[in-house]
């Protein structure tokens, strides 16, 4: 299953998937999705939950389209203003979303349905899907503390960029550059689109470095370009 997390960006809050292993089998996914959500990462660089801390699932329950999310009263302390309680919802919207026929979470408050949590949006209607909440450049693969024995990697993610171009980077354990790839996605400027790059370069054991950035269309006019960073191991 997945859970999403918050990666604050230089000027902007934005959305990253992590991948949560089940402890043991369970029926319910959902609610242990939201679990996830409600601990934050474990492991995943730079990534964080914006639940308030103290907060627990208490129910999960969902009735066709909608999946409706139950929590503790911890969670009415505000994390952050106007854009962590957006990247909140949006971490519930994802997480909910993840699973066939959802469209929308709705929030309960020990079991109340509310109105208001941090003062800045309207929770009386379910929180859905904003594709535009994710990074810019996400790297699914290879997931952060990955274990490679192999003399490669390939390199895979989703992106949403200028012209679809981004520049992915290998890098030695002692930071130098192993190799550089110009990458064009599926798509990009106003959609995600996917991303994969093959490596051959790992000599070494030791803790490597996958970078995918976006180019700078505006030449240092607007918002530094976005970079994702994943470490893995290399046997």
């Known amino acids: 299953m997945t859970a999403w997390f918050v990666r604050s960006a230089e000027t902007a809050l934005f959305l990253e998937p992590v991948t949560v292993q089940l402890e043991e089998p369970t029926l319910g996914v959902a609610?242990?999705?939201?679990?996830?959500?409600m601990r934050?990462?474990?492991?995943?660089?730079?990534?964080?939950?914006?639940?308030?801390p103290g907060t627990e699932v208490l129910g999960v329950d969902r009735d066709g389209a909608l999946l409706t999310v139950d929590l503790s009263e911890e969670v009415?302390?505000?994390?952050?203003?106007a854009a962590g309680e957006t990247a909140f919802a949006?971490?519930?919207?994802w997480t909910g979303t993840q699973f066939e026929g959802v469209e929308g979470v709705?929030?309960?408050v020990g079991g109340t349905a509310v109105e208001e949590l941090w003062g800045h949006l309207d929770w009386s209607l379910p929180v859905t899907r904003d594709d535009?909440?994710?990074?810019?450049?996400?790297?699914?693969?290879?997931e952060s503390g990955a274990e490679i024995t192999s003399g490669s990697v390939t390199a895979?993610?989703?992106?949403?960029?200028?012209?679809a171009t981004l520049i992915v980077r290998l890098l030695r354990p002692d930071g130098s550059l192993a190799e550089e790839a110009v990458v064009t996605a599926s798509c990009g400027t106003g959609c995600r689109g996917t991303w994969e790059q093959a490596f051959a370069s790992l000599e070494m054991p030791g803790e490597w470095v996958i970078e995918a950035e976006e180019t700078d269309p505006s030449d240092g006019e607007g918002r530094p370009p976005?970079?994702?960073r994943v470490r893995f191991q290399v046997q």
Do not use: H, K, Y
């Open 31 to 37: 609610r242990a999705a939201m679990d996830a959500v």
């Open 40 to 52: 934050g990462p474990s492991s995943a660089e730079g990534l964080e939950t914006l639940a308030p």
């Open 76 to 81: 009415r302390t505000p994390v952050g203003g």
């Open 90 to 93: 949006q971490q519930l919207a």
């Open 106 to 108: 709705r929030l309960l």
């Open 132 to 142: 535009f909440a994710l990074s810019p450049v996400i790297i699914e693969e290879p």
């Open 156 to 163: 895979s993610g989703t992106a949403n960029v200028f012209e």
């Open 226 to 228: 976005f970079l994702a």
